[in-house]
């Protein structure tokens, strides 16, 4: 009762203010310094190993002529697929009006942005000339799938960039009139971001038309990527990839592990800034009950995908299915099913399993299983081609990544992480200005002062 | 396999100093792994092999090419970046025809100047050397190669419907006189896009008369005016090294372009993509990035709007 008549008596202001307190920015402690500085070790070796390959060319890794797809490109779908997180979070639930994403949006567009910038790099990364990139702009062919994803990757990126920005306009107003103690870099970025906001009414309805416009644009552009992504596999005929599955199976997967990587943020965010008052167990139960939805049409899908390949066993099928189901890839792909899908359904499906420890450790198990299921989408295929392979070497008939292709490979995850990590650092992790107009206490006040 | 080097591309672009010295680290490094696994004698020096080739073509161009290799762990090896000096008659600086240096695959190439008539031995004989001296990396090496002037070449005649392919080859005897050249082995090929298409199944072999008379194919599809190249070739020939002759003419069968290949289809060039997907991909490039556009524009009218001081003072 006391705590009750304590909390009446504040006005609204100092609310507001608390708000305000609690959501800034802050400096990194010392696990964060730590974090920061291993994400930089790796990167820097990383880039170190990506030299010696420019230089050497491809041949530093165990691609060769019939795996000419490798890890890079497995990594390429997995960071492809996690950033689809930023339309379901910013359009999808927004458009379906489920109010409870506030605290979430910006932490699914943390992860968009950086996932689709290092899905292009990795693509640069795959190719033995980076230098003839712009190639494939200027003599495109509109007929080929890799065009049109290079088309639909960058828009995704604008589209992902400006719903990241511009939410954030009037958190940076707030940055600009209070963070005074600040460095003058620091200053002078959160002036040129905030862009003279002022909470008039016509840049509200600016802002929140552009909002609503891009959250309606992102949809299909977000459908786009990844069905144009799966497409660059079910447009070649090859076992496992020629599927007219490949669309739908690769757009579930993408929001299936979007919605893990926004539940493994939220619960580090939670943990490591004391948010437990904006990240709630409501709302890990409610990304719980989502994840369990797109899990389990991840799993429909799954078994449309292997289920009538299966039951066919057609020749040349069987030899690429045989390896996945009791072969070379067998402990893999299992592994991926039970732990990467089944288990998470069945935890997720208990209120107990939606409590944020078991939420995380299960979105780390959904996490982890995306990136090797695109593993065994992209490698196992290529291992059993229509024509049999002759006159090559005994080791250019199976793939296993090189340790510098490994390096190279978390070195992008790791650099995803860290502007991840840096963004957090600059800009408030959970919309303060949102916050506070929801929690009803932005009539009167100007929340830019 | 997709193994390609641009280290040179990267020089140019003129890349951040620290990129520079991780370059130039990483190339210390994969010299000195690349040293370590080649056979060193007890000067730390490789063990190397020269193997040089003379070709004459079209009895005007000739040229000397050197393969270079290097024995790694027993095996050769093709060594790549060794300096090869190529001289003629003896090793000697004023004998220096020229120098270049073996590529990825250990070849290093020189074409002589013209003139080299002029140099020839009273038995009509050429002699060239090749060497690799004060190399750092690899022992010092010499080949040398004897060759004799010759005259090789090719006519190509067509009477009553019956196309011929004629040799000639004639070498220098003792007084000048040019004498025919017989049972040497002369192969007949036409240059295809990847390679050349023998048109003989065995060799053919000049007569007494240092003469070959073959008939040419009829059926052998040529370029759209039917134009062939017919290549005669001798290989590796103890006294005359490698002889070449190579002559442009329409005995092949015009080929006709399937007017199906100019239509629009999926499976054609850019340049004949279809009208149906260039419409819907362009319609829906400029529909999406209108509206980024358009919003990008909204977002300057929002730096408009915060100049308004009227609106200031109503919100402070």
């Known amino acids: ?449 | 396999m997709k193994k390609i080097s641009i280290s040179r591309h990267l020089g140019r672009c003129g890349l951040f100093w620290a990129t520079a010295l991780l370059l130039a680290a990483t190339n210390a490094g994969a010299q000195t792994e690349s040293d370590s696994t080649a056979t060193s004698d007890e000067n730390g020096k490789a063990e190397v092999s020269i193997e040089l080739r003379y070709t004459e073509a079209n009895n005007k161009t000739k040229m000397l090419e050197t393969t270079v290799k290097t024995k790694v762990e027993d095996a050769w090896q093709a060594a790549k970046g060794v300096p090869v000096n190529f001289y003629r008659n003896e090793a000697a600086p004023g004998q220096l025809l020229g120098s270049s240096t073996s590529n990825d695959k250990g070849l290093a190439m020189l074409i002589l100047p013209e003139g080299e008539e002029k140099f020839a031995t009273p038995s009509f004989e050429y002699t060239y050397i090749a060497a690799i001296e004060n190399n750092e990396r690899f022992e010092d090496t010499e080949e040398q190669i004897t060759v004799a002037e010759s005259a090789f070449e090719m006519t190509l005649e067509e009477e009553d419907s019956v196309r011929q392919v004629r040799i000639s080859l004639k070498a220098m005897d003792e007084n000048g006189e040019e004498v025919p050249v017989g049972e040497v082995e002369v192969n007949l090929y036409v240059q295809r896009l990847f390679g050349l298409l023998p048109i003989t199944e065995d060799p053919e072999t000049t007569d007494e008369e240092g003469e070959i008379a073959a008939e040419f194919p009829a059926d052998i599809p040529g370029d759209t005016a039917g134009n062939l190249i017919i290549v005669a070739r001798v290989d590796d020939h103890e006294r005359f090294g490698n002889l070449e002759f190579r002559r442009k003419i329409n005995w092949g069968v015009p080929v006709v372009v399937d007017p199906a290949k100019n239509a629009r289809e999926l499976w054609s060039s850019r340049a004949n993509a279809p009208i149906y997907l260039i419409v819907i991909v362009n319609a829906m490039i400029i529909g999406i990035w209108g509206v980024i556009l358009y919003i990008v524009y909204q977002t300057f009218k929002i730096k408009k709007f915060g100049r308004s001081k009227v609106n200031l003072q109503d919100t402070k």
């Open chain 1, 1 to 449: 009762m006391k705590t009750k008549a304590h909390t009446s008596s504040k006005n609204t202001g100092d609310q507001s203010e608390e708000i305000i307190r609690e959501l800034m920015p802050r400096p990194f402690g010392r696990i964060g310094q730590l974090w920061v500085a291993l994400l930089i070790v790796i990167c820097a070796v990383g880039l170190f190993f990506y030299i010696q390959q420019v230089r050497d060319g491809l041949g530093i890794t165990a691609m060769r002529d019939y795996s000419t797809w490798g890890i890079y490109i497995a990594n390429f779908v997995f960071f492809v697929a996690i950033s689809l997180v930023g339309s379901l979070i910013s359009a999808i639930l927004k458009l379906s009006g489920a109010q409870w994403r506030t605290p979430l949006t910006r932490i699914s567009e943390m992860i968009a942005v950086p996932a689709i910038l290092f899905a292009a790099i990795v693509i640069v990364v795959d190719m033995g000339r980076p230098d003839r990139f712009l190639n494939v702009i200027f003599h495109a062919r509109i007929q080929s799938p890799i065009t049109w994803d290079v088309i639909v990757i960058s828009t995704y990126m604008v589209i992902s960039l400006l719903l990241l920005y511009l939410p954030l306009i009037p958190d940076m107003a707030l940055l600009r009139d209070r963070a005074k103690d600040l460095p003058k870099w620091q200053q002078k970025l959160y002036k040129i971001l905030a862009l003279g906001w002022n909470n008039h009414p016509e840049q509200v309805k600016i802002l929140h038309k552009s909002e609503l416009y891009l959250s309606i644009l992102i949809i299909p552009v977000a459908f786009g990527i990844h069905t144009v992504t799966s497409w660059l596999f079910a447009t070649t005929l090859r076992p496992g990839w020629d599927s007219t599955n490949f669309g739908p199976y690769f757009v579930s997967g993408a929001f299936m592990v979007g919605a893990a990587g926004v539940i493994a943020m939220m619960y580090i965010f939670r943990t490591f800034y004391k948010f437990e008052k904006y990240i709630t167990d409501k709302h890990f139960s409610n990304m719980g009950k989502l994840l369990v939805l797109l899990s389990l049409l991840y799993l429909y899908f799954n078994i449309n995908e292997y289920f009538v390949p299966a039951y066919k066993m057609k020749a040349f099928e069987s030899d690429h299915l045989k390896s996945l189901f009791y072969g070379r890839y067998a402990p893999l792909f299992w592994a991926v099913q039970v732990f990467g899908m089944i288990i998470p359904i069945i935890v997720l499906l208990s209120p107990k399993g939606r409590k944020p420890l078991p939420m995380f450790i299960m979105s780390i198990f959904v996490i982890v299983g995306a990136w090797f299921k695109r593993f065994l989408i992209v490698i196992p295929t290529l291992s059993h081609p229509y024509i049999p392979m002759t006159r090559v070497p005994e080791s250019w008939q199976h793939y296993f990544p090189t340790f510098k292709e490994w390096w190279i490979t978390a070195s992008t995850l790791a650099g995803a992480l860290l502007i991840m990590a840096i963004l957090s650092r600059l800009f408030p992790i959970i919309p303060v200005v949102e916050e506070i107009e929801e929690a009803g206490l932005a009539k009167g006040e100007n929340q830019t002062t």
